[in-house]
């Protein structure tokens, strides 16, 4: 009999217990009986985790000045008239780029830049044409052919006007190899561009 009471009672706490539990507002979560599976450990990289006080990172942020391994060193040249003109003074860090390191650099030309200065860099681009983008630099042209590489790297790391920056799609070390495709390329094509306006000019 005290057995068959004891059973009772533990089956009424639990009974209230389960009732007072399911009247909760649905949209809280309530207890956490096992913290470990309702917090993950899956922790992000960079992020701030909430064991200490002071938020420790699991994995730190790198020390500022850090450079990722194998990366080229950071472009110096501040974001201002001045170093507009200073960045003409900037050598490309890369050795000239091989064959397939060419092909690369045109492809990362016409994914980033030929939308706008079209894949023969003649500012013809579906952006341009369209004129959503005016004022396209036509990279062809003598102003652009003769434009220091330097120059080339500031404005395409900051952009310029209706430009935007390309410093977060490319790496510097892409930057560098888009500008060398730039370089070994615009002369031909402005040659090939003064031929063809040459035929139509007969033609017509
Ligand atoms: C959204 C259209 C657009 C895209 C995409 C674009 N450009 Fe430009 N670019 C412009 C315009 C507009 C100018 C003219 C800026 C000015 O002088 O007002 C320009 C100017 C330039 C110049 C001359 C900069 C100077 O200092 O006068 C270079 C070099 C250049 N672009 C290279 C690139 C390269 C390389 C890419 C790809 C990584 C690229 N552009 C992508 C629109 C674009």
């Known amino acids: 009999m005290k057995k068959i ?11 209230v217990a389960v009732l007072v539990e399911s009247c909760h507002d649905k949209r809280d979560p309530g207890r956490t009986y ?15 985790n ?3 006080k002071e938020g420790i ?25 001045a170093g507009y003109k200073m960045s003409a003074s900037i050598q490309d860090p890369l050795p000239p780029l091989d064959s397939t390191q060419m092909a690369e650099a045109q492809r990362l030309f016409n994914i980033n830049c030929a939308i706008c200065h079209g894949p023969k860099m003649d500012a013809q681009g579906p952006l341009s044409a369209s004129g959503k983008i005016p004022a396209v630099a036509n ?9 220091p590489v330097g120059t080339m790297f500031y404005s395409v790391t900051y952009g310029k006007n209706n430009m935007g920056s390309y410093a977060s799609q490319l790496t510097r070390e892409q930057r ?9 390329h615009q002369l031909a094509l402005a040659k ?9 000019a007969t033609k017509n």
């Open 5 to 15: 009471k004891i059973l009772f009672s533990i089956t009424a706490i639990a009974t």
């Open 34 to 48: 096992m913290p470990d599976m309702a917090v993950s450990r899956a922790y992000q990289a960079y992020d701030a």
């Open 50 to 52: 909430n064991l200490s």
């Open 57 to 81: 990172n699991y994995i730190p942020a790198p020390v500022e000045g850090t450079i990722r391994r194998g990366d080229l060193l950071p472009f110096d040249v501040p974001f201002d008239s």
């Open 139 to 147: 990279l062809t042209q003598k102003m652009y052919v003769d434009m």
């Open 176 to 184: 560098w190899m888009v500008i060398q495709y730039v370089k070994s």
């Open 192 to 200: 090939e561009a003064a031929a063809g306006s040459d035929s139509t």
